[in-house]
């Protein structure tokens, strides 16, 4: 771990006034290879590839499991996967999360069984980007993507609402409200086994097909 | 019933056993479940509740017991069992076998279970979430597949029916057949397919089902209104009153974001125990109604309503009720503060005793015997707990009062209490209660009520605001009541009319019980008051004020939170004669004609008191505290300082320690008799009678759809006889009216008193008041 050690070795001076509790004053001789070795870093570093990224013309790419921006997932017919039930809230220790959960009725189906989520916003000025939100949620639906451009000028627009979270739609996918598929219940969303919306809608509202 | 209860109804025996090596001494009868609470062991458990008998239905409470040397062969349901000397349990805590027991019976628990949590309402508040976290094993071994069921069913339009997690502990089952006295549910099938489900016949419309959601262990009853709304870490709760009628329910208000999402029932033995009725559960939408005042409005030149600074509405205000003689008048909904605020108010302000919070048909007789009989006494639920007799008079304990039915039937169920009723027929609530009807048409109490005579000391005569519509009818109670020793109370409806009384918001008393003729009490008041004079002269009741206003010689009225619809249907366009300053909560049928109005918090937004039919004082904390409305009484005391007499209470707190400190006057005034005349109807017409229901069209239950959708329906109440010469069956149209207007209503026959033809005062195509103009009396009845 010594390379890491980035402060320099106390001279004697500074440990005998460390000893003798006299303040330090930055003014004590230091030892003339304690120099040199300094100036040694400054001089090599002129010969390296720079760390220094031109953000923001040149884009990082950041790692594959790198905390970003959330999401709110859907199903492969476009319903939502969120179910509103406030977990993620729950578990947020920065209390970024807020959630309104509503009834799914007829007509009005956003999720796969009973209960949606009327509201959903992350506030990112509050959030940590720590993923207990994501270990938290019993559906998959909130994962973090890779994205990290969130700055914003002012509080307000730095409050995600639900349209900006979701998921876009794919290619299948249709807008929610509508109909789960036919014979089917959460269960079979929740083991992924729906794989295109209900047949009486018009794919052609959401995505091509 | 609670250790304590059994320890104060009897001088008992104290039992002596050991539980996990502790020594405890509890009263005999105790179970042992509520032996270990005393020693802070926590037996898990679902179906035991303390006010419910015992079933032993869920076995999630086993422990191992041992009596006399000799051990049960397998462990015992603790909350079956009744302590008995020298016992010894060892319950999960010192026992591996109970402990295992436990863990296999949270197993079995689980199997059906769906543990869909994250969508279920209890999650988060969830005795078994908790306890299977607690007492259940890590990890599932079940692999097997789960029964289901349809999700949700409505068992009715309030209550919502989760089969599949329910865990069939019969709480619910047991609450409505033991306490609330409507077994509208019933565990259906055996096995694993057994439910709760509904008698197809009769829908499940308790007023008290509220209570079967929140007893609940499990999410399998939710309520409509709350369902989806919260999560428990969301909201902020807060103890509060009631402020739906006189009972006094201790509740709890549970708020999200400034909006009150649910309410509970608080836990209360002395009065509410642990329940409450559907209303006080339910209603409280109407705080964030459309039509809610939130700025002063004053009413401009060209005679509409313009919002106002609340310096430019006082200043009007102030200016309107000083150069007229005023009037003021309360209505029943004003917390004691409040309504100490007007009295205070009506009498250094404005000089005067024209005060009344009697929005209502009232009477002098009345009057007087609030003054004398009613104010600084005290009846309370224990009295009714020991009652041998109960006599209902002009009072429907259901609808009008329902915690005082929840006592009342308690005692009938548990010792048969007796309970008679002077009423035109045996409402449901009554048919409840067992109770014998003394058939009376309206108008004729007095001469049924003097006839009764089997009271003892140990009765209770109970008398409902209604009582004062029959003139003599109070006389013949208060006649009654001394000659039998019985205890007299009078239970009004609304939550606020006995701290207004106590406050003297009536025009025969000063504040504390000191009646305005004594002029000894005035001289206290003028002294606390620190003023040199209070005015002496006998003020007028609502009635007589409004006819004054009529008149022209009063000339401005100070209306807080009364529908002049609750009185008369002329009374709005006469009082559009005065200059009127309205405090209200909402658009009303006041702001229409008032001048000044005056915004004010509504109960969950204030500090406050009110005072129960019992006299018992019930404090509340604003649940709402960061609202910006103020009570009635700061609104008062900042409009007294603008007329330039200063009534000094600018805070809650201030008016509730000043009234606190005048105590309660000795004397009352004389209670003169009056006597009863029987009415009597032409021939062929009938005898209007009429009660509010305890949901009806009642303002503070407005939006409340999936309550209003439990409300009993609207229908006429005719006698066979009428009905065959009406020739109408059960469920036809018949039309009720007088001179002044017409009620439609399908008709239902039952053993009414024969003249008397009944139906709903304030409910949907049944507003009384409004189409009728009366409350009771001639009506004529025909086939529609
Ligand atoms: S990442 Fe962490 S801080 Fe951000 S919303 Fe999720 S739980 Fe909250
Ligand atoms: S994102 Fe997941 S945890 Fe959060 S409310 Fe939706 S379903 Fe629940
Ligand atoms: S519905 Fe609830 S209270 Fe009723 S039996 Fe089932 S678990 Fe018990
Ligand atoms: S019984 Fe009365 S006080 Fe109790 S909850 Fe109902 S309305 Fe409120
Ligand atoms: S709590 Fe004892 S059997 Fe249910």
């Avoid at chain 2, 807060?238 to 836990?267: F, I, N, Q």
């Avoid at chain 2, 007789?365 to 104010?375: D, I, R």
């Avoid at chain 2, 002329?570 to 005056?598: C, G, H, N, P, W």
């Avoid at chain 2, 024969?754 to 025909?782: A, D």
Wanted: aromatic share 6%; net charge negative; glycine share 8%.
């Amino acid at each position: 771990m010594s390379e890491f050690h980035l402060e320099p070795k106390p001279s004697g001076a500074i440990q005998r006034a460390a000893e003798q509790s006299v303040p330090v004053t930055g003014t004590e001789p230091s030892g003339f290879f304690t120099q040199l070795k300094g100036f040694w870093v400054t001089f090599s570093t002129m010969f390296k590839k720079p760390n220094t990224i031109e953000y923001p013309e040149v884009k990082p790419e950041v790692a594959p499991r790198f905390h970003g921006r959330h999401q709110l997932n859907r199903y492969e017919d476009g319903l939502e996967k969120c179910i509103g039930c406030e977990l993620c809230a729950w578990a947020c220790p920065a209390d970024a999360i807020y959630v309104e959960g509503e009834n799914n009725t007829e007509g009005n189906q956003i999720s796969p069984g009973e209960r949606h989520a009327k509201v959903y916003q992350i506030n990112y000025l509050r959030c940590i980007f720590c993923g207990l939100c994501i270990e938290a949620c019993p559906t998959r639906a909130l994962t973090m993507t890779n994205e990290y451009e969130i700055a914003d000028d002012s509080r307000e627009k730095l409050i995600w609402e639900k349209e900006d979270l979701l998921a876009p739609l794919r290619a299948g996918m249709l807008m929610p409200p509508h109909p789960m598929y036919p014979e089917s219940d959460h269960h079979n969303y929740y083991r992924n086994e729906i794989k295109e919306s209900h047949p009486s809608q018009d794919t052609k509202a959401g995505g091509e097909k | 019933m609670s250790t304590q209860e059994i320890a104060t109804e009897t001088a008992v025996e104290m039992i002596t056993l050991t539980i996990d090596g502790f020594e405890v001494s509890v009263p005999k009868g105790t179970l042992v479940i509520r032996a270990a609470e005393k020693l802070g062991i926590q037996i898990p458990r679902f179906c035991d509740h303390p006010l419910l008998d015992p079933v032993g239905a869920c076995r999630q409470c086993l422990v191992e017991i041992e009596v006399n040397g000799r051990k049960f062969p397998k462990p015992q349901a603790s909350c079956t069992i009744p302590v008995e000397p020298g016992m010894i349990v060892n319950t999960q805590l010192t026992s591996a076998v109970a402990d295992k027991a436990q863990q296999g019976v949270m197993e079995l628990l689980l199997i059906n279970h769906p543990l869909d949590c994250p969508v279920c309402d209890k999650g988060g508040e969830c005795p078994l979430q908790n306890q299977a976290m607690s007492n259940g094993r890590e990890e599932s071994r079940f692999e097997g597949t789960k029964r289901t069921f349809e999700k949700p069913i409505n068992i009715s339009s309030q209550v919502l029916l989760d089969r599949e997690r329910c865990i069939l502990c019969a709480r619910c089952t047991r609450f409505s057949e033991q306490i609330a006295g409507d077994p509208f549910i019933t565990l259906n099938e055996r096995g694993a397919l057994q439910q709760v489900g509904i008698y197809e016949k009769e829908p499940f419309e308790s007023y008290f089902s509220g209570n079967t959601v929140q007893i609940c262990p499990v999410g399998a009853l939710t309520g409509a209104s709350y369902r989806f709304r919260a999560r428990p870490f969301d909201l902020i709760s807060t103890p509060s009153a009631c402020e739906h009628c006189a009972s006094g329910c201790d509740m709890r208000t549970d708020v999200r974001r400034g909006k009150t999402l649910r309410r509970l029932a608080g836990d209360d033995a002395a009065v509410n125990e642990e329940w409450n009725c559907d209303k006080g559960r339910w209603a409280f939408k109407y705080v964030n109604a459309k039509d809610r005042i939130t700025t002063p409005l004053i009413r401009d030149e060209s005679g509409q309503l313009r919002e106002a600074s609340w310096p430019e509405a006082l200043a009007l205000a102030a200016k309107g009720l000083k150069e007229n003689r005023s009037a003021v008048l309360v209505g029943g909904r004003a917390t004691l503060e409040d309504a100490y605020g007007y009295s205070k108010f009506a009498r250094i302000a404005l000089n005067t005793n024209d005060i009344d919070f009697r929005s209502r048909a009232t009477s002098k007789e009345e009057k007087n015997f609030l003054a004398s009989h009613v104010v600084g006494t005290q009846v309370n639920y224990k009295d009714l707990d020991r009652a041998d007799h109960v006599l209902l008079l002009g009072f429907e304990a259901e609808e009008e009062s329902p915690i005082v039915f929840l006592r009342l039937y308690k005692q009938v169920k548990k010792r048969e209490l007796k309970i008679t009723a002077v009423a035109p027929f045996t409402s449901r609530g009554n048919k409840k209660l067992k109770a014998e009807l003394i058939s009376t048409q309206a108008g004729s109490e007095a001469s049924a009520i003097s006839k009764i005579s089997n009271l003892s000391k140990k009765s209770v005569i109970l008398i409902g605001e209604r009582l004062s519509e029959s003139s003599g009818a109070i006389s013949a109670a208060v006649a009654l009541a001394t000659n039998s020793g019985a205890k007299l109370a009078w239970i009004p409806r609304r939550a606020g009319e006995r701290g207004a009384l106590e406050a003297g918001a009536l025009s025969n008393l000063l504040p504390g019980a000191r009646p305005v003729s004594d002029s000894a009490a005035r001289v206290d008041l003028q002294a606390a008051w620190g003023v040199s004079s209070l005015p002496s002269n006998p003020g007028l009741d609502s009635d007589e004020i409004i006819k004054e206003v009529e008149k022209g010689n009063i000339g401005a009225l100070l209306v807080g939170g009364v529908d002049p619809l609750d009185i008369s249907p002329d009374y709005q366009a006469i009082m559009e004669k005065a200059f009127i300053v309205s405090l209200e909560i909402r658009q009303s049928a006041v702001t229409q004609i008032a001048d000044v109005v005056l915004p004010v918090a509504a109960v969950v937004e204030k500090s406050g008191t009110f005072i129960n039919w019992e006299s018992r004082a019930r404090f509340f904390e604003a649940a709402v505290p960061e609202s910006l409305t103020r009570s009635d009484v700061r609104i008062l005391s900042m409009l007294a300082d603008e007329m330039g007499s200063s009534i000094n209470l600018p805070t809650v707190s201030s008016a509730r320690d000043e009234f606190n400190s005048l105590g309660t006057w000795h004397n009352r005034e004389s209670f003169t008799p009056v006597s009863g005349e029987s009415t009597k109807i032409a021939n062929g017409k009938a005898n209007l009678c009429s009660w509010r229901l305890l949901l009806d069209a009642g303002s503070l239950q407005d939006g409340e759809n999936n309550l209003a959708g439990t409300a009993h329906p609207s229908v006429a109440i005719i006698s066979k006889s009428r009905a065959d010469s009406l020739g109408v069956t059960n469920g036809d149209q018949i039309k009720i009216s007088t001179p002044r207007g017409e009620i439609t209503l399908a008709c239902q026959i039952d053993s009414i008193d024969e003249e008397s033809v009944w139906v709903p005062r304030n409910s949907i195509n049944s507003k009384v008041i409004e189409s009728l103009g009366i409350t009771s009396g001639e009506v004529s009845v025909v086939r529609a």
